[in-house]
């Protein structure tokens, strides 16, 4: 389940992002709101948690683009405003649910399984390239009859390759997106090691990832 989270304070948005990963979503982090509409632009979330006050473009400018633009995607706005009329503003404004800085993780988490239960408005599309079927929302992936089990790194991985297919995924662009640390990834084999497990799972099927060299990866049919 692919989360994006828009938080300022550096810190607190490693914090999140690392919790919820362990917790086996898919997080995009960003540090402002100009940053979270490029990637609401480019990715389908099943849920958006912002901070309120983000430097330039604010948490609540952030929830009015997406309605505006018809994202569904539910909003938990993150914040140290804890005054009656500012919850009402910024539900009035698109959010669906409204936390008060400091929080606990785990009340979070349970914010977050409430507001993941409810009926999404419009089903995300499975996404689909040559016999490898892909669904955003059930974290399912299927190559023909095979379901492979994947870890969260490699689901991370495969969305990218998917959503981009046929185009070349950068090796930046991968690291950026699925891990906590950038350098992490880009400065070993770490991500060979991960696209080798993940090229086995998915053998068998009429799609294979291609290596470009000296560029990244793209995911292309047999």
Not at 83 to 91: C, E, I, S
Request: glycine residues 6%; charged residues 30%; contains cysteine.
């Amino acid at each position: 389940m692919r989360v994006l989270v828009a938080e300022d304070d550096s810190g607190l948005c490693d914090v999140l992002a690392r919790g919820l990963r362990e917790h086996d979503y898919v997080v995009d982090a960003v540090r402002d709101g100009e940053d979270a509409v490029k990637y609401l632009r480019s990715y389908d979330y099943e849920l958006v948690i912002l901070d309120w006050r983000m430097p330039g473009m604010s948490g609540l400018d952030v929830v009015r683009w997406m309605r505006r633009h018809n994202q569904p995607a539910p909003v938990l706005m993150l914040t140290a405003r804890d005054a009656h009329a500012d919850r009402v503003t910024g539900l009035d404004q698109g959010a669906d649910d409204y936390l008060v800085k400091p929080f606990d993780f785990a009340e979070l988490l349970a914010r977050m399984r409430a507001l993941l239960r409810r009926p999404p408005a419009v089903k995300q599309p499975e996404l689909a390239v040559g016999d490898l079927r892909f669904d955003p929302a059930t974290r399912e992936v299927r190559v023909g009859r095979h379901q492979p089990v994947l870890t969260a790194t490699e689901f991370g991985i495969l969305e990218l390759l998917v959503r981009k297919s046929p185009a070349v995924v950068p090796r930046r662009s991968i690291a950026v997106n699925v891990w906590d640390d950038e350098a992490d990834a880009m400065g070993s084999n770490t991500i060979d090691v991960h696209l080798a497990r993940l090229r086995a799972k998915l053998a068998g099927g009429m799609i294979r990832i291609e290596t470009v060299r000296g560029i990244g990866y793209r995911l292309v049919e047999r």
